[in-house]
T-cell receptor, first 116, second 113 residues
Framework: GAVVSQHPSRVICKSGTSVKIECRSL??????MFWYRQFPKQSLMLMAT?????????EQGVEKDKFLINHASLTLSTLTVTSAHPEDSSFYIC????????????FGPGTRLTVT | DQQVKQNSPSLSVQEGRISILNCDYT??????FLWYKKYPAEGPTFLIS?????DKNEDGRFTVFLNKSAKHLSLHIVPSQPGDSAVYFC????????????FGKGTKLTVNP
């Protein structure tokens, strides 16, 4: 149980275009989903927290107009990287928290974004 | 400023021996700690956690020890198996309604047959 999927697993896009990454909780309802970014040999950096049906809360230094997050249902959250630049190239990971498990987050497999 | 530190980027142990992964933290508001295991190109998977009201939590081959006065926790794996080879992340939460986890940089564990 507690499976989280991400799509796509890998994407290459051109500079200036937008990319959407989907995060789904497959067998539980996720009231909260989190989006992280990981650079090589670095820790997972929280970008934003999204609650179903409300606006996402962004961490300091994360541009909300550049990284659009939508959490339209209890099983789906999307991250859209708008006007992507090469410096946005990274590994993006989502996680989901079930309603009754306050602190345990279940992670998706991640999406490798490369902007050329 | 790193609030959660894993000072050893890598650790190598022999199969059957004990693996000890260390984690230090600076924020005294942290009250819940988790260890995650991550394979390449996959998301982290939850391993074990501990609340600040405890000093030890055990689950099979995995034991987490918490020393609040030293702001230090460690994960012991015994006996270590080759399948344990992965990157291990320590994470902490400040509680008080916060659901955010702060992660360390990870320690790459290699268990040699």
């Amino acid at each position: 149980g507690a499976v989280v999927s991400q799509h796509p697993s890998r994407v290459i896009c051109k500079s200036g275009t937008s990319v959407k990454i989907e995060c789904r909780s497959l067998d539980f309802q996720a009231t909260t989903m989190f989006w992280y970014r990981q650079f090589p040999k670095q820790s997972l950096m929280l970008m934003a927290t999204s609650n179903e049906g409300s606006k996402a809360t962004y961490e300091q230094g994360v541009e909300k107009d550049k990284f659009l997050i939508n959490h339209a249902s209890l099983t789906l959250s999307t991250l859209t990287v708008t006007s992507a630049h090469p410096e946005d190239s990274s590994f993006y990971i989502c996680s989901a928290r079930a309603r009754v498990q306050r602190l345990k987050q279940y992670f998706g497999p991640g999406t490798r974004l490369t902007v050329t | 400023d790193q609030q959660v530190k894993q000072n050893s980027p890598s650790l190598s142990v022999q199969e059957g021996r004990i693996s000890i992964l260390n984690c230090d933290y600076t924020n005294s508001m942290f009250d819940y700690f988790l260890w995650y295991k991550k394979y390449p190109a996959e998301g982290p998977t939850f391993l074990i956690s501990i609340s600040s009201i405890k000093d030890k939590n055990e689950d099979g081959r995995f034991t987490v020890f918490l020393n609040k006065s030293a702001k230090h926790l460690s994960l012991h794996i015994v006996p270590s198996q080759p399948g344990d080879s992965a990157v291990y992340f320590c994470a902490a939460s400040a509680g008080g309604g916060s659901e955010k986890l702060v992660f360390g940089k990870g320690t790459k564990l290699t268990v040699n047959p």
